[in-house]
């Protein structure tokens, strides 16, 4: 599956926030790249609603067509659109993977899941757009070279909390999910609802 490979530095300070975890060169120059970046310009409305988006599909790791048929499907179904469409990307397997803290970065997590080292309910699950359900369990692949990776995740996120959505046995390298995340608990970077107004025009 294509993904964005580009400068991830670049994209956080264009945005402002660190899309793909810690940022030095955020912390270091906190203004967009280029030769023009210290300049502060008045942004429209449309201009706005596109760089959430953009937040949001960059951190996630979608390209365009992926994040617009997670909006429609988000659109379909009862409930707060912008919410709905949170609670879609936040229980992504990779994004799963991730917050049960077996891999420090999405990008990471969702490689574990390309390679087959992840099951859900005991069966290899190899799609990181996987969307897990409240009750599956996610479990390591049982080799050696799997639970060196998962363990090597494990120390790179061990300051990291799990969130309580989430249940995790870090020794026995399984987790389950316990319910969807509520927003308040995703604490999304963006402003969802400027999302929806973008593709609602």
Same mark, same amino acid.
Request: aromatic share 4%.
């Given at each position: 599956m294509a993904r964005y490979t580009g400068p991830r530095q670049k994209k956080s300070r264009r945005y402002g926030v660190p899309l793909f975890g810690p940022s030095k060169a955020l912390e270091r120059k906190n203004y967009p790249p280029g030769m023009h !970046? $210290?300049?502060?310009? @008045? /942004?429209? $409305? +449309?201009? #706005?609603? =596109? !760089? $959430? @988006? /953009? @937040? #949001? *599909? #960059?951190? +996630?790791? =979608? #390209?365009e067509r992926q994040f617009r048929r997670y909006f429609e499907i988000a659109l379909r179904r009862r409930g707060v659109t912008g919410v709905t469409l949170l609670q879609l990307l936040e229980t992504r397997l990779d994004n799963v993977v991730f917050k049960m803290g077996f891999a420090n970065s999405r990008r990471a997590a969702r490689q574990?899941?390309?390679? !087959?080292?992840? *099951?859900?309910?005991? *069966?290899?699950v190899s799609i990181p757009s996987f969307n897990v359900k409240p009750g599956e369990i996610i479990t390591i692949r049982d080799s050696s070279v799997t639970r060196q990776m998962a363990t090597r995740g494990l120390e790179a996120t061990q300051i990291a909390v799990v969130p309580d959505w989430l249940l995790v046995d870090k020794e026995n390298f399984k987790g389950e999910v316990k319910r969807i995340p509520s927003r308040e608990e995703i604490a999304p970077i963006v402003n969802e609802q400027l999302v929806v107004e973008l593709y609602s025009r």
């Open positions: !970046g $210290e300049t502060r310009r @008045k /942004q429209t $409305e +449309y201009a #706005l609603a =596109l !760089g $959430e @988006k /953009q @937040k #949001l *599909r #960059l951190m +996630y790791g =979608l #390209l574990m899941v390309n390679h !087959g080292h992840i *099951r859900v309910n005991a *069966r290899k």
